[in-house]
Nanobody
Framework: QVQLVESGGGLVQPGGSLTLSCAAS????????MGWYRQAPGKQRERVAT???????DYTDSVKGRFTISRDNAKNTVYLQMNSLKPEDTAVYYC??????WGQGTQVTVSS
């Protein structure tokens, strides 16, 4: 049974930082491209960042230079380090590997 469990969200002031984690089980994690996605209220879910099995990364333009995706294959976990957060980063953040099934996500709220 595949499980993706996101954690680490919260309320942070503009300019602050958060690190999200996603623990995966039931998949061959080490060969999967993993991604972080987000969905803001009233908007479609969008891709934030991806990391391939070999460590190659890709980011959407709005987070380049602020967010860093990484992975620990020994722990079947993917991370998203988020710095210089802006109110427009407010969303529910999800991880996925291309499955049609999504986890619960973790809420990130950037507000003063």
């Amino acid at each position: 049974q595949v499980q993706l469990v996101e954690s680490g969200g919260g309320l942070v002031q503009p300019g602050g930082s958060l690190t999200l984690s996603c623990a995966a089980s039931g998949i061959a994690f080490h060969i999967r491209t993993m991604g972080w996605y987000r969905q803001a209220p009233g908007k479609q879910r969008e891709r934030v960042a991806t990391i391939a099995w070999n460590g190659n990364t890709d980011y959407t333009d709005s987070v380049k230079g602020r967010f860093t995706i990484s992975r620990d294959n020994a722990k079947n976990t993917v991370y998203l380090q988020m710095n210089s957060l802006k109110p427009e980063d407010t969303a529910v953040y999800y991880c996925n590997y291309g499955s049609a099934d999504w986890g619960q996500g973790t809420q990130v709220t950037v507000s003063s």
